[in-house]
């Protein structure tokens, strides 16, 4: 195969409409399943050859591929906004990989140990000239970064030395010499290693690793259909979760060997020889234990407990599968979820974005239900004040001339399709069309009380450049043209209120929380929430907001790493002070309250869970796989939307209006 491949890939890499780290805001800010598919579809061949290429086992290989996206799933958050994508997958594939081939080996001396030992004179067999696969990404990961991007650019993904340069932001001339430079290292690594190749030749047999790999279908629904579990839930499937929590270490130096496997087996390993992985780095020496420090709690009355048996008043099947999204209309009356169709042409199935309007009377059985199916890049935005019309978008970010639109609809006008018997919204109940500039738009739209604006984040890069602030625009929904932006802040974690007149985003320090009031410019900033004492800059800690309570008054923060357990509290931003430290290991994802606030639903590791937010104490728990939930708009209801095999979904509905009244 030529060096000289083509580089589909690359150009997709940084495609001007949708670049990497606009993917990666929508799917932080949105949780969008067809932003991070994007991803998986751009850079699944690289990483899947890495993955190959180290494991040597096809299963193994895919359960790597697997884990390296989710992996990306978990640090998406913390990335930075210049990061190079591919080279970063390339190393968390690489080190996921090596960890998957350790466990397979460790398995295979088991079983070997199990069923009997070699003869003690057995001969052993010839030594073969090494494979180049299993060797090269060892000896390519070594490589210094600059020289280790030039190689993997231009050998591995074929791409020309221009466009090489263009990615990595360099001259060409700088591109050409790191280069040679690093073919000429790797050679020579690889000699060191029994595999002699001349500089000339090293390119061509280095993409010839690498070959045409193509990502299957069915790896590619699989590993999204994980992340977007995990995006909902935080569930990992237990495979998985030890190579994705081994995945988020970072090693700068490799240790080969397995010595403490070859130790106790030698002579297994004598009469069944394979190369072995490189070893983990020694442990640390042990330091003494922490204690965790308590933020400060203000001062609250002691509430009663409140008991832990919600009802169950309802169970729906909906003709709706994959959810995303539970949507309330304000008027409580009618809700919406997201999800796709699964949808089989000529025995190739697909899934096609879609949601289900429902109405609720608080009876037993559903009424007045609609589906429809939306275009690949529409999603479902909400309800206008009055619950009466529903909010879609469509913001086509892939296309030069792309439309970017909100629709508005009215449900009772939906028609029964001619496909089958389950009305849909078709042109006749479409009410309106407002266009806007929604190419870099992100997160959610937060809609005035009378509906004639919306607030939402958005950014915009540069030519050739990663977004490096956000802004927080307000849209005329009449006209679509929004005007100046009411607060620009740099690219990190943040979160609107549910009325849009407060924001909150990690300081660039990441030990600290500010929360600002969008309706004073002159001085936004009303309030800041500090971490107590200093910042463990080795563990990478930070403190991220996540969810404003209805009021806008209390917020949901986190405080940890990836490399120890989060812990989230409640904190009043009016005084900057923690009303509770929420019990449990609650993961970074949705977080909903009560419509008064009192009760909070968040995710564990396989488990829903609701807390009591004056206290901090977990009521209740449910073990899930994959769920969304959402709580009504006046009454301590809760409805959670899970799959119910390949074409449905489960709607339930939670009560707690006795637990709330025991208070």
Not at 443 to 453: A, E, L
Request: glycine share 6%; aromatic share 6%; with cysteine.
């Amino acid at each position: 195969m030529s060096a000289a491949r083509p580089a589909e890939i690359l150009r997709q890499l940084e495609h001007p409409s949708a670049p990497d780290v606009e993917l990666l805001t929508q799917f932080v800010l949105t949780k969008s399943a067809v932003a991070f598919e994007e991803l998986v579809r751009r850079h699944g061949a690289l990483v899947l050859g890495v993955c190959r290429r180290v494991t040597r086992n096809p299963q193994d290989a895919e359960d790597a591929f697997q884990a390296t996206f989710l992996v990306l799933a978990q640090k998406a958050v913390t990335l930075r906004s210049d990061v190079r994508l591919w080279s970063w997958l390339y190393g968390v594939a690489f080190r996921v990989s090596w960890r998957a081939r350790r466990a397979a080996l460790r398995r295979r001396v088991r079983e070997v140990l199990v069923s009997k030992l070699p003869e003690p004179h057995a001969p052993r067999p010839s030594p073969e000239r090494p494979e180049l696969g299993p060797i090269l990404d060892e000896e390519l990961a070594a490589l210094p970064e600059c020289y280790r991007e030039a190689i993997i650019l231009c050998d591995l993904r074929g791409a020309s030395r221009e466009e090489a340069a263009t990615a990595l932001g360099v001259p060409e001339g700088t591109l050409s010499s790191r280069l040679a430079n690093g073919r000429k290292k790797l050679a020579a690594r690889l000699t060191k290693r029994g595999i002699a190749l001349s500089v000339s030749v090293l390119p061509i047999a280095v993409a010839e690793t690498q070959g045409a790999t193509a990502v299957p279908i069915e790896l590619l629904r699989k590993t999204c259909e994980l992340v977007a579990d995990y995006a909902s839930s935080g569930t990992i499937p237990g495979p998985l979760a030890e190579l994705t929590k081994r995945g988020l270490v970072v090693r700068k130096t490799l240790v080969f060997g397995l010595v403490t496997v070859v130790a106790i087996t030698g002579a297994v390993i004598a009469a069944n020889p394979i190369a072995a992985p490189p070893a983990d780095p020694p442990k640390p020496p042990a330091t003494a234990k922490t204690e965790v420090v308590t933020l400060p709690q203000g001062e609250q009355k002691a509430l009663p407990a409140l008991a832990t048996a919600p009802r169950i008043i309802a169970g729906w099947d909906l003709p709706i599968t994959n959810p995303e999204r539970v949507i309330w209309a304000p008027s409580g009356d009618r809700l919406a979820v997201a999800g796709a169709i699964r949808v089989q042409p000529d025995g190739n199935a697909w899934f096609q974005p879609a949601f289900v309007l429902v109405k609720y009377t608080g009876k037993s059985d559903p009424e007045n239900i609609v589906r429809t199916a939306m275009p690949r890049n529409g999603s479902v935005v909400g309800f206008t004040p009055d619950g009466k019309q529903l909010i879609t978008d469509r913001r086509e970010r892939h296309l030069l001339s792309g439309l970017h639109q909100l629709v508005y609809w009215d449900p009772e006008k939906a028609e029964v399709s001619p496909v089958n018997s389950i009305p849909s919204l078709q042109n006749k109940a479409k009410l309106r069309t407002v266009s806007f500039d929604g190419a870099h738009v992100d997160g959610t739209y937060i809609f005035d009380s009378n509906g004639k604006t919306f607030r939402a984040m958005t950014n915009e890069p540069g030519t050739g450049e990663a977004p490096k602030t956000l802004d927080v625009i307000e849209v005329d929904t009449a006209t679509g043209k929004a005007g100046k932006p009411l607060a620009t802040i740099p690219r990190v974690p943040c979160a609107l209120s549910p009325n849009g007149k407060r924001l909150a985003f990690m300081a660039p320090n990441k030990s600290s929380v500010r929360v600002y009031d969008l309706d004073n410019r002159d001085k936004p900033e009303l309030s800041a929430f500090a971490l107590p004492g200093k910042v463990d800059a080795k563990r990478d800690t930070m403190l991220l907001p996540c969810t404003f309570s209805p009021d806008g008054n209390r917020l949901v923060v986190f405080h940890g790493s990836d490399q120890s357990p989060y812990q989230a509290f409640i904190v009043d931003i009016l005084t900057g002070k923690s009303v509770a430290a929420l019990e449990g290991e609650p993961s970074w994802s949705q977080a909903v309250f009560s419509s008064d606030g009192r009760l909070l639903a968040m995710t564990e590791t396989n488990v829903l869970a609701i807390w009591d937010t004056s206290t901090g104490r977990k009521l209740k728990t449910w073990k899930m796989a994959t769920a969304v939930f959402a709580f009504h708009p006046t009454r301590p209801l809760l409805v959670v939307a899970e799959p119910n095999g390949e074409s449905e979904t489960r709607l339930g509905f939670w009560d707690f209006s006795a637990e709330v009244e025991k208070k």
